[in-house]
């Protein structure tokens, strides 16, 4: 049982590339959510998606769009990087408890 | 809106010491909280939860909250600290829609 699985988990990207982040569950859980963690600011909501076919906008969006595949599978896309962006995304599911991934470690140079 | 504080950025403390992190959220409903951990270079695991029921909860490796709706807390305990819980604790709330409000972390350190 692997729970919730993203893929990279180390990328380095130049200013205005793009690239897409890949996260998988297999708890069969309703909702999924990306974070992002940065030094002394904790966790931030980027996107959620609180079931197949839908998505909406946390905390920090700006940047961001995001896909929810199928019931398993929600993406990350950031379309023109930015050194802004570099930080660690964590992808999450739950009903209620979050579980969480092991984390992208992203630089934007 | 909701928000969680948790005002020590660090803690340092003795192996075999008590410990105690601090939690404070601000939720205008019955507020679902949780105590996660994070290592260096590692994701988040749940330590412990409070949903309902008895104020006081027992998670994984030890560690025990308290939750006191009057004074908006859920603070996190240990009663004796091991060299190898050193890390970083987050204290987070359910919104409404389940997604999570999180701390700013507290990091702990364990003297030997």
Known sequence: N???TQTPKFQVLKTGQSMTLQCAQDMNHN?????????GMGLRLIYYSASEGTTDKGEVPNGYNVSRLNKREFSLRLESAAPSQTSVYFCASSEVTHHFGNGTRLTVT | AQSVTQPDIHITV???ASLEL?????????PYLFWYVQSPGQGLQLLLKYFSGDTLVQGIKGFEAEFKR????????????HW????????????SSYKLIFGSGTRLLVRP
């Open chain 1, 2 to 4: 692997a729970g919730v």
């Open chain 1, 31 to 39: 909702s999924m959510y990306w974070y992002r963690q940065d030094p």
């Open chain 2, 14 to 16: 003795s192996e075999g």
């Open chain 2, 22 to 30: 601090r939690c404070n959220y601000s939720y205008g409903a019955t």
């Open chain 2, 70 to 81: 009057s004074q908006s807390s859920f603070n996190l305990r240990k009663p004796s600290v």
């Open chain 2, 84 to 95: 190898s819980d050193a890390a970083e604790y987050f204290c987070a709330v359910t919104d």
